[in-house]
């Protein structure tokens, strides 16, 4: 399945992933082809009626589980740069996300 992936910016990635891809597998190919923190990642889903928020606890569960198919429009954030981190990007959830 192809999913479109929007950051900040406004920039798109139009990103093929497997239909039983997990979280992590669409992290990993994120960071690879934007050279961005996976581990710092967090997901929003467009669904519907709601959008759902997929953290780094649930990168080991299927897409398909948060009802990510073919055409779904997902938003990338990310948590807090920590000092350890080698990455220099900053996001952070908008209040009209966070319920």
């Known amino acids: 399945m192809k999913v ?10 139009y990103i093929q992933v ?18 961005l923190a996976s581990d710092r990642m967090i997901l929003v889903v467009d669904h519907k009626d709601r ?6 606890e649930e990168d080991g569960a299927s ?3 948060f009802g990510v198919e073919d055409g779904s429009h997902i938003y990338l954030f990310f948590s807090p ?14 209040e009209s996300l966070l319920g």
Do not use: W
Request: hydrophobic letters at 35%; a negative charge; aromatic letters at 4%.
């Open 18 to 35: 497997d239909d039983d891809a997990k979280v992590n597998d669409l992290k990993q190919e994120i960071e690879a082809r934007e050279n």
């Open 81 to 94: 740069l920590n000092t350890e981190s080698s990455y220099h990007h900053l996001f952070t959830l908008p």
């Open 63 to 65: 897409l398909v589980d």
């Open 51 to 56: 959008n759902r928020i997929i953290t780094k």
């Open 4 to 13: 479109v992936v929007e950051i900040l910016t406004g920039n798109l990635l």
